[in-house]
């Protein structure tokens, strides 16, 4: 069903956002690949003139294997429209994501999000600056030196490897912060990205536009 509900989401974006001469922003994740077939599906059955620019290494590669058109930031700083998943939404269309490469643990269809009340657990990534010696190097799996409101976070960990931790495509580490309730998360976004060695976080307050979720009975809700 999760897999059922992501295409649904994905080509609904597609669908009721792309057209003919646009620069599309494509994101990461699972979700993102159902969106990236429609898309190719699209520019084929259409003919379309669509330029991808890829936010990871990920899409990178969905887009030169889906035949489409590659381009980046530098070429196209303008995006018409982006695309991408989310781990969970609120009423106000914050995005939590960064979630997609954990494997399943924790993991949270949006499609389930909404009916999620406020006290939601929310899991927030945080990119570690990679510190240069082993001494400092945290390990998967324990709490980093880093702590917010007397909370700490956690280094994700690589699932077949619980001794080496996820590094990104920028070699940073990326960090989990568990929150048990809702809060004011432009707030808590800010506070985050103050703390010496946050790169980003995977709060994403006030930038979407539009979020679709795939649904039990086969429909397509919309926020
Ligand atoms: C990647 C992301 C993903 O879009 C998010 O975690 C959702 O992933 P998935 O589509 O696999 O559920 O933020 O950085």
């Known amino acids: 069903m999760a897999e059922e ?61 889906h035949g489409l058109t590659l381009s980046d930031l530098d070429r196209h700083p303008e995006l018409d429209v982006a695309i991408d998943g989310a781990d969970e939404v609120d009423a106000a269309l914050t995005l939590i994501k960064g979630g997609g490469n954990k494997s399943g643990e924790g993991y949270q269809n949006i499609s389930e999000a909404l009916k999620v009340p406020k006290n939601t657990v929310a899991s927030i990534i945080l990119k570690w600056k990679k510190f240069g010696t082993t001494k400092t190097l945290p390990r998967a799996g324990r709490p980093a030196k880093l702590s ?38 432009k707030e808590v ?23 679709y979720f795939g649904m039990e009975d086969g429909s397509v809700g919309v926020r």
């Open 5 to 65: 509900a992501k295409k649904l989401a994905g080509y609904a974006a597609v669908d009721n956002h792309v057209q003919n001469n646009q620069v599309v922003g494509v994101g990461s994740g699972s979700t993102i690949v159902y969106a990236v077939d429609r898309l190719a599906e699209r520019v084929r059955q259409e003919k379309l003139n669509i330029v991808c620019v890829p936010t990871s290494f990920q899409a990178r590669q969905l887009i030169l294997q």
């Open 148 to 185: 917010h409101r007397g909370r700490w976070a956690l280094i994700r960990e690589v699932t077949k490897n619980p001794m080496g931790p996820v590094v990104t495509d920028n070699s940073n580490f990326i960090l989990d912060w568990k929150f048990e309730h809702a809060h004011n998360w």
């Open 189 to 211: 976004n800010t506070a985050i990205k103050m703390i010496p060695g946050v790169v980003e976080t995977g709060l994403f307050v006030g930038m979407a536009e539009r979020v």
